[in-house]
């Protein structure tokens, strides 16, 4: 043992740290002021938490005559924005899970902002089937329970399996989150006083540290890691069967699955440099987030948004070799009819943009990559619309076409999910550390003593 | 009063060694406190083979619980839709997969905190006053004093011969 090579990640923790001097750096967002960006966002988030809470509360007192909901588009805004933000949370899972399973160790960075992430993106889409229903108070009928009327829900309806896999999904992010932060908080509970130290204390569930709760805890998480992966892939999947079980030309094709799964983790990753590029700067997260981390995370985007523009290809070639006169018209009427700004700005951002991450100059571009990010967004809502909103407005009968205006209503609920997104997440951030700590400290000791 | 004796140590490999040492001479009552998991330390203090296994235990409830669900409603309230058959299983995969991943991962949580004893409201070792070291950069044993080889003179000599910082760790 006479030279020892360093470890091949050894740059992904930059600078001279300690144990104590990285753990003070990434406590920093809990226990020092905040900066005053984090205010402005709290401030703008929390101004739209409140209109999406008069913007839900017009909607439960009126009813759902103030969207723009009508015939023939019956699913509107609401499942547009239910998609989006779905797709939006599975980049979290799938960094956390998937990148765990194939021991990178990159992902110890990212882990806790991008759960976090999805989190929201999860409770800011689940809103929507509850808010569209129409009779919110009786949202419990779509659970299996005995009632009077000896009535179930129907398990062959890709209706009833989303209500299932949402809820799957909602409690297993949240417990692989909860179960990622236990060794933190017992960390925070022993460097914090007074009521934050009794917070900590409850939440960190007394957790000691002790060696052979650790094997456990590993073997858990890395279960956890395992069932969470196909979880991901299945709920964008049953989300999208929701749309190629119905006979809609532009919904009818058993490409779906496949097809939003991808979108979910080109918008999702898209979504997670959004915030993380923010965060880097104004946390001075540099040496933790390296851009080699960036770098990785634009080439995850690049591969699943090819995915998705592979599909968009092969829609139109399914449609032209189908035959099936409904399906070309459809795919006419998007490039050319009303809506065709919409279409063809979504071809350009999600097949023509991405092809910028090609390049290592584009990708090493903070500022490039920072507008793509959002761009990509853009992108995927547009995507979105065009399957729902697009699709439904142009079906077999020429005596319904309709387009499709949302109202103030439906706006201020998207702009207001956004709020509460932003909103939720400055206050986790301030309350939990956003970079996993023992992970990463754990990471420190793995790359500079072994 | 004494609960026991905290001893840090800077290396997983010298708390693996230490824990070897104490082992080998007859210390029972003892606990390594560690910042992050420890490779190897499951030959000292013995492993838990029993998650993957209660995992799959659980994993064939949810499938039962799933398969049931549906059949069970499916036979109480028949209704043909689109033509499907009766109890056409295909259309039951997906519920039943997420009932399945859902059945362990609730399970396996309330399980590990079974195994760990978890929730805690309070721990002698907690007590010690440089107790956050070992959450942080250094790698604890908490040698209780009701173990039957305890002697807190012996015992402290000893640990410091291991290479530890030794605490004594007293009520209040």
């Known amino acids: 043992m006479a030279h020892k090579e360093p470890h091949p990640d050894h740059d992904l923790i930059q600078g001279e740290w300690t144990e104590k001097t990285l753990v003070e750096k990434l406590l920093e967002p809990v226990e020092k002021p905040a900066p005053r960006p984090w205010r402005v966002v709290v401030a703008v988030g929390a101004a739209l938490t409140l209109a999406w809470l008069y913007a839900i509360f017009v909607t439960f007192v009126k009813g759902l005559g103030t969207w723009g909901i009508n015939q023939p588009v019956a699913w509107g805004f609401d499942i547009v924005h239910f998609v989006w933000w779905i797709g939006i949370g599975h980049a979290g899972t799938l960094i956390s899970a998937i990148l765990v399973l194939m021991r990178q160790n990159w992902r110890d960075s990212l882990n806790r902002v991008t759960e976090a992430m999805t989190f929201f993106a999860i409770l800011a889409a689940a809103t929507y089937p509850l808010i569209h229903m129409g009779r919110p108070q009786l949202f419990y009928w779509v659970m299996p329970y005995p009632t009077h009327m000896a009535l179930w829900p129907q398990y062959k309806s890709p209706l009833s399996w989303d209500v299932l896999a949402i809820m799957t999904y909602i409690t297993i992010s949240t417990l692989f989150l909860y179960l990622g932060l236990i060794p933190d908080l017992a960390l925070l509970r022993e460097r914090s006083r007074g009521f934050r130290r009794k917070l900590y204390g409850w939440l960190s569930l007394g957790w000691t540290g002790n060696a052979v709760h650790w094997q456990r805890y590993r073997a858990v998480y890395v279960l956890l890691a395992g069932l969470a992966t196909p979880v991901v892939i299945s709920v964008h999947s049953v989300v999208s069967m929701d749309f190629a079980y119905g006979l809609v030309p532009g919904w009818h094709l058993t490409v779906f699955p496949p097809f939003f799964a991808a979108g979910a983790i080109y918008s999702g990753f898209a979504m997670a440099l959004t915030l993380i590029i923010p965060l880097r700067k104004w946390y001075r997260l540099e040496g933790v987030i390296t851009e080699r981390h960036l770098d990785w995370m634009a080439k995850v985007t690049l591969a699943s948004g090819l995915g998705v523009a592979y599909i968009y290809l092969l829609e139109i070639f399914i449609a032209w070799y189908a035959g099936e006169p409904a399906e070309w018209a459809q795919q006419l009427w998007r490039m050319t009819g009303p809506y065709a700004p919409y279409y063809w700005a979504m071809m350009l951002i999600n097949v023509v943009l991405l092809q910028t991450l090609w390049f290592p100059r584009f990708r090493r571009n903070i500022a490039w990559l920072f507008v793509f990010s959002i761009l990509a967004n853009v992108g995927m809502w547009l995507e979105r619309f065009v399957i729902v909103v697009i699709s439904l407005s142009h079906d077999f009968l020429p005596g319904n076409f309709q387009l499709y205006y949302p109202t103030w209503v439906d706006w201020t609920l998207f702009l207001g999910t956004i709020g509460f997104f932003l909103f939720g997440l400055s206050l986790f951030i301030r309350i939990f550390p956003p970079i996993a700590v023992a992970e990463m400290v754990h990471l420190f000791h793995r790359l500079r003593k072994h | ?172």
Request: aromatic share 12%; net charge negative; proline share 6%.
């Open chain 2, 1 to 172: 009063m004494l609960y026991g004796l905290m001893a840090y140590f800077d290396a997983p490999e010298k708390l693996l060694a230490a824990l070897r040492t104490l082992k080998a001479q007859g210390y029972r009552r003892l606990e390594a406190l560690t910042p992050n998991p420890v490779e190897g330390i499951e030959e000292v203090l013995g492993g838990d083979g029993r998650i993957p296994w209660i995992a799959f235990a659980l994993g064939v409830l949810g499938v039962g619980l799933g398969l049931f669900l549906q059949i069970y409603t499916t036979l109480d309230y028949p209704h043909n839709a689109g033509g499907k058959p009766l109890l056409g299983w295909p259309a039951f995969i997906p519920v039943t997969f997420e009932l399945t991943i859902l059945t362990i991962t609730v399970g396996i949580f309330l399980f590990l905190l079974y195994m760990n004893g978890l929730p805690l409201a309070a721990h002698p070792a907690v007590q010690a006053k440089e107790y956050v070291r070992v959450l942080l950069d250094e790698y604890g044993i908490f040698v209780y004093a009701s173990d039957p080889k305890f002697d807190l003179e012996g015992t402290k000599a000893l640990l410091w011969e291991l290479g530890a910082e030794v605490e004594e760790v007293r009520r209040g």
